[in-house]
């Protein structure tokens, strides 16, 4: 029993939560919020006033959510999760060539991430590199996963805005 509380206890200690787009955890801490789970905050606070077309306000909570995921990169270099949302942010704030460098240097960590796969997949729709999209494509092929559906239908319907 004495086994069992002590387990029960570290569990609880190692408290993670996921992150939309990401494909491991990040440690929240119950009196600090991290710079990258501030970050995700506001890009999902971003994306919802997208789709209410508040496009300035976006752009803002979208700057302010970069601002903290260089905080977060700072102390992890190793992340791809936070290189992800990097792109994912620069791409966005319409700066391609900064978002593409950020994708590919999260791959260079992790080759078969998900979700950069997918959101260089679609910058590569946007910047008329269907090719390349096609090839984020077939990494995602076999994963069983939303990522590839949705690149998928980018790539078919050239509208960049479903994601």
């Known amino acids: 029993m004495k086994n ?33 789970d501030q970050a995700v905050k506001s890009i999902k606070k971003a994306e919802k006033l997208e789709k ?5 306000n976006a752009e803002k909570n979208y700057s302010k959510a970069f601002k903290k995921l260089e905080k977060a990169y700072q102390k992890d270099k190793s992340n791809p999760d936070i290189l992800n949302y990097m792109g994912f942010t620069s791409r966005k704030l319409g ?30 729709v946007q910047t008329n590199r269907i090719d390349k999209a096609n090839e984020r494509l077939k990494v995602l092929k076999d994963c069983n996963c939303d990522e590839y559906k949705e690149l998928e239908l980018i790539i078919k319907t050239r509208d960049t805005k479903l994601y």
């Open 52 to 56: 209410k077309d508040k496009k300035k």
């Open 95 to 124: 700066n391609f060539v900064e978002a593409e460098q950020f994708y590919l240097k999260g791959l260079n960590l992790k080759p078969n991430h998900n979700g950069i796969n997918q959101y260089l997949g679609t910058l590569y």
């Open 4 to 36: 069992f509380l002590i387990i029960l206890f570290a569990l609880s200690l190692n408290n993670h939560v996921l992150g939309a787009g990401s494909d491991s955890s990040s440690d929240s801490s119950a009196t600090k919020t991290s710079p990258y």
